[in-house]
T-cell receptor
Framework: GNSVTQMEGPVTLSEEAFLTINCTYTATGYPSLFWYVQYPGEGLQLLLKATKADDKGSNKGFEATYRKETTSFHLEKGSVQVSDSAVYFCARRVDSSYKLIFGSGTRLLVRP | DTEVTQTPKHLVMGMTNKKSLKCEQHMGHRAMYWYKQKAKKPPELMFVYSYEKLSINESVPSRFSPECPNSSLLNLHLHALQPEDSALYLC???????????????FGPGTRLTVL
């Protein structure tokens, strides 16, 4: 089937801690993969993307690597800030679909 | 510039009102989308326009009526809504909507709708 699974939140970290948010997908092809971030009261912003296996997307200190072997696209950041507190959505699109399929979202709360 | 703008930011309406949501982009994108997002849930696709023609309607009730007057504008006309229609309505656009595309969808900030 076609789905995206994210780790349950909320994730609570102290400032400067290391962040990992897990994301795995199922697909029959090789979908483009995305991470979107939604700050409180706002719409979705594209954080990063990868379009083929072994691609690494990066932006604002966040990184995610497209792992075909493990069908994963985990989001990482070496040192989180309070301003990173938001909901993070993993998403995928496959060639045969017009849709973006979203994961359920993971809320991140970073404490000073 | 990857900006999609939406107005109004907030909207409160009664069940007998008629209102419209507006979305605009000037990136030359030819595909535009409406999504509905309930609290603590991911966005759900409602409509897709490609080259100003409605391509996809995800079985949305007729009280939601989309319109694409030109390549930069997308409207969502609302009539006789129900309280359960209260949600954040997001507009998005991408360069194209062709199968096989890896085009990125860019989202606007959304309109928060409350139906009383």
């Amino acid at each position: 089937g076609n789905s995206v699974t994210q780790m349950e939140g909320p994730v609570t970290l102290s400032e400067e801690a290391f962040l990992t948010i897990n994301c795995t997908y199922t697909a029959t092809g090789y979908p483009s993969l995305f991470w979107y971030v939604q700050y409180p009261g706002e719409g979705l912003q594209l954080l990063l993307k990868a379009t083929k296996a072994d691609d690494k997307g990066s932006n604002k200190g966040f990184e995610a690597t497209y792992r075909k072997e493990t069908t994963s696209f985990h989001l990482e950041k070496g040192s989180v800030q309070v301003s990173d507190s938001a909901v993070y959505f993993c998403a995928r699109r496959v060639d045969s679909s017009y849709k973006l399929i979203f994961g359920s979202g993971t809320r991140l709360l970073v404490r000073p | 510039d990857t900006e999609v703008t939406q107005t109004p930011k907030h909207l409160v309406m009664g069940m007998t009102n008629k209102k419209s949501l507006k979305c605009e982009q000037h990136m030359g994108h030819r595909a535009m989308y409406w999504y509905k997002q309930k609290a603590k849930k991911p966005p759900e696709l409602m409509f897709v326009y490609s080259y100003e023609k409605l391509s996809i309607n995800e079985s949305v009730p007729s009280r939601f009526s989309p319109e694409c007057p030109n390549s930069s504008l997308l409207n969502l006309h609302l009539h006789a809504l129900q309280p359960e229609d209260s949600a954040l309505y997001l507009c998005a656009s991408s360069l194209s909507w062709r199968t096989g595309s890896t085009d990125t969808q860019y989202f606007g900030p959304g309109t928060r709708l409350t139906v009383l």
